[in-house]
């Protein structure tokens, strides 16, 4: 089954969500046969599966109002922000893990071209490939650390990707943004004599698009109550560091660095791509030739969790309002804007400039109106 395939039978039979009403177990169980007669699938949701698939069927369908279970971290962490030890080294079985957490069971959706699962929550839909580290949520491409495995008859993920993956999105509450004095500082990518990379139709720079998307972006978040500053407000160059003391200055709640991407001269790849900084022990998506150090720990690393919730959240509102080809919520190390931010940062590549049909969409206003327009939206 193809994983547009995938997501739409998933979509269909939908699900209950997290366990609202018992504590998850303190030591690890095997999750109880499946006895006679009862449905294959223990977080299929009649009421649920009634509603129209589509984004808005992956929402919630437990009681908002029920009280949320005690979860605890697993493996627990001893210091907020750092990575233990033991999630770095151990392998779990994934209906372990689902059962602590008071989640379904996973389900075998297809053997072929590729064994895939799913598993979800009242949060949505998480699909797994067996041997690789794509997985989807909600429809939306994300990034593992390590492909799941196959061992004696269980799925096994590793303890990172648990704790640094599912766990946020399956099992967390969504991320809570500031209700009083919002401070957001959105980043212009590159400026002055750094121009970024060029369009393919006729050599504009980065520099000139990212800068009037932010400018279109600023008024529309100030609407919605959040105070708003930008790294430039023309065509200079700001070293990475300033932009992050910039910041750090303004008492950021978040910080997001606007960009377009490029592979010139190669033409041919496109569309959306969203990142954030790579947790500790765990290889990144991409490298671009840089070194990829897995104990590095960074600052921004204290904020794992919500760099990945507000990826997701923003690149799933740009996918939606653009159509761009989706390329997935990435983890990198090499992007030095975000490595010493102390609130949840990303960077958003949205487009490339080496992609004729991208560059077109790119060099319209009216499509730059979409982009700030999406991003308002999603932090609304």
């Not at 750094?194 to 720079?205: A, K, M």
């Not at 592979?263 to 969203?274: C, D, N, R, S, V």
Request: proline share 8%; hydrophobic share 40%; net charge negative.
């Amino acid at each position: 089954m193809s994983k547009p395939l995938a997501v739409i039978f998933v979509a269909v039979i939908l699900l209950a969500g997290c366990a609202t009403t018992s504590t998850p177990p303190k030591e690890i169980i095997s999750s109880p046969p499946r006895s006679e007669g009862s449905p294959s699938l223990n977080w299929f949701d009649e009421g649920a599966a009634q509603k129209s698939f589509g984004w808005q069927a992956f929402g919630p369908v437990a009681n908002p109002g029920a009280a949320r279970p005690n979860i605890q971290r697993w493996p627990p962490t001893a210091v907020p922000g750092s990575t233990s030890a033991a999630a770095m080294m151990t392998w779990v079985p994934l209906n372990n893990w689902s059962a602590r957490y008071g989640i379904g069971k996973p389900h075998l959706l297809s053997d072929l071209p590729v064994t895939t699962y799913a598993i979800g929550s009242s949060s949505g839909v998480m699909v797994l490939e067996i041997g690789s580290r794509d997985a989807t949520w909600n429809g939306v491409q994300i990034n593992l650390g390590f492909g799941p495995q196959f061992i004696d008859d269980q799925i096994f993920l590793n303890g990172l990707d648990l704790q640094k993956n599912l766990e946020p999105l399956l099992c967390e509450p969504p991320l809570a943004l500031p209700q009083n004095n919002r401070v957001i500082v959105i980043d212009p990518g590159h400026g002055g004599i750094n121009s970024g990379t060029h369009s393919v139709l006729d050599g504009r720079p980065e520099k000139e698009f990212t800068l009037d998307w932010a400018r279109r972006l600023a008024p529309l978040l100030e609407q919605e109550g959040w105070q708003v500053f930008l790294t430039r407000t023309g065509d200079v160059d700001i070293p990475l560091i300033d932009r992050v003391m910039f910041a750090e200055a303004h008492h950021a709640d978040l910080f997001i660095s606007l960009h377009f991407n490029s592979l010139a001269p190669e033409k041919k790849p496109a569309g959306l791509e969203t990142y954030c900084l790579t947790p500790t022990g765990m290889p990144s998506t991409l490298t671009r030739g840089n070194a990829d150090i897995w104990a590095e720990n960074f600052p921004n690393n204290a904020y794992d969790t919500q760099n990945l919730e507000l990826a997701v959240r923003l690149h799933t509102a740009l996918l939606r309002a653009t159509g761009l080809e989706d390329h997935g919520v990435n983890r990198a190390r090499f992007i030095g804007v975000l490595h010493k931010q102390r609130c949840p940062a990303v960077l958003i590549e949205a487009g490339f400039l080496s992609n004729p049909s991208d560059a077109k969409l790119i060099e319209t206003p009216s499509f730059r109106q979409k982009l700030a327009e999406a991003v308002a939206t999603a932090l609304k």
